[in-house]
């Protein structure tokens, strides 16, 4: 009964590859996000989508591309993988009204480009 | 540029003692405020949130302090617990933008037996 569940928990991965990261959540959300944690442990916030639409995208390069089939899934695809994108990778979800609500994260997937 | 700060990177408190985390922010923009906690090798916990429109929320041992004026909030935890040994991050969206958090950079906490 997971709320926000991601896999995989770890991707190790040669630089030039291709690789995704699935995220799904069960809390009846409407909005799902993608965030990175790097090496100096900052979270930023990556793409943003609401009803399956593209909210935020916050300066990320065109490798990365997010695609939500439904609202209770938001999958990150990573083109040509890059050194730098070694970092951690959160998803997470919430109820965007006039009441402002948490977010709820995922567990982290934890990417290592070699 | 970060526009909020934990300016604290760790703290070590004695268990049953109080712990208070500081965090300020330079948007006058965030009308939204949250803790969340976070164990190694796992994703933020969400602990609580205030409103702007509050200067204090409480949820049993953690209590959120808001000072508008000063750009600052704080977290108390009493009394300290074991269980409370993890990083805290102080994260803020603002009211023309439901869908972004902007986060600190975290704060360790230690509670010693």
């Known amino acids: 009964d997971t709320a926000v569940s991601q896999t995989p928990k770890y991707l190790v991965t040669q630089m030039g590859n291709d690789k995704s990261i699935k995220c799904e959540q069960n809390?009846?959300?409407?909005?799902m996000y993608w965030y990175k944690q790097d090496s100096k442990k900052f979270l930023k916030i990556m793409f943003s989508?609401?009803?399956?639409?593209?909210?935020i995208n916050e300066t990320v390069p065109n490798r990365f591309s997010p695609k939500s089939p439904d609202k209770a899934h938001l999958n990150l695809h990573i083109n040509s993988l890059e050194l730098g994108d070694s970092a951690v990778y959160f998803c997470?979800?919430?109820?965007?009204?006039?009441?402002?609500?948490?977010?709820?994260f995922g567990p982290g997937t934890r990417l290592l480009v070699l | 540029d970060q526009q909020v700060k934990q300016n604290s990177p760790s703290l070590s408190v004695q268990e049953g003692r109080i712990s208070i985390l500081n965090c300020d922010y330079t948007?006058?923009?965030?009308?939204?405020f949250l803790w969340y906690k976070k164990y190694p090798a796992e994703g933020p916990t969400f602990l609580i949130s205030?409103?702007?429109?509050?200067d204090k929320n409480e949820d049993g041992r953690f209590t959120v302090f808001l000072n508008k004026s000063a750009k600052h909030l704080s977290l108390h935890i009493v009394p300290s617990q074991p269980g409370d040994s993890a990083v805290y991050f102080c994260?803020?969206?603002?009211?023309?933008?439901?869908?972004?958090?902007?986060f600190g950079a975290g704060t360790t906490v230690t509670v010693r037996a």
């Open positions: 997470a979800s919430s109820q965007v009204k006039r009441v402002k609500r948490p977010q709820y």
């Open positions: 809390l009846g959300h409407d909005t």
């Open positions: 989508y609401n009803n399956k639409e593209l909210i």
């Open positions: 948007n006058s923009m965030f009308d939204y």
């Open positions: 205030i409103s702007s429109i509050k």
């Open positions: 994260a803020a969206s603002a009211l023309s933008n439901d869908y972004k958090l902007s």
